[in-house]
């Protein structure tokens, strides 16, 4: 029974967890302009996680940058097998995963807010 039970909050909990490539979709659907001067860094940080590189600027303001990487699976070769039976039937071979990393990167200023933003591929 204990063994039944952890196995079900174990799928309770994977099923909250968000994977990179999730939370890279939010941020480009996300309206940045709207979030400028009033998105906190310590929004950001809640929303996506500890950032990558962290630099505090002698006048207060902080940039904090955040490393995401897409993944997209492509189709593979597809050939034709032919059984014994003398059915031929198509088999995909070798799909690709293709990694393409992004990088967030987020100004705030003195105030703690968000003054300047950028999405840029790697």
């Known amino acids: 029974m204990i063994a039944i039970m952890g196995l079900l909050l174990l799928i309770v909990l994977s099923g909250c967890a968000t994977t990179p490539s999730e939370k ?9 302009k709207e979030d400028v001067g009033r998105l906190s860094y310590a929004e950001a940080a809640a929303e996506y996680g500890t950032p990558t590189e962290l630099k505090e600027l ?19 070769l597809t050939v ?30 003195p105030d703690g807010l968000l003054k300047d933003h950028r999405l840029t591929r790697q």
């Open 24 to 32: 890279l979709a939010t941020v480009e659907d996300r309206n940045w």
């Open 58 to 76: 002698s006048d207060g303001s902080k940039v904090a940058r955040w490393n995401f990487i897409r993944e997209e699976k492509r189709r593979g």
């Open 80 to 109: 034709f097998n032919t059984t014994n039976l003398g059915d031929v039937r198509p088999m995909e071979v070798a799909p690709e995963i293709v990694r393409q990393p992004y990088r967030l990167e987020l100004k705030f200023g």
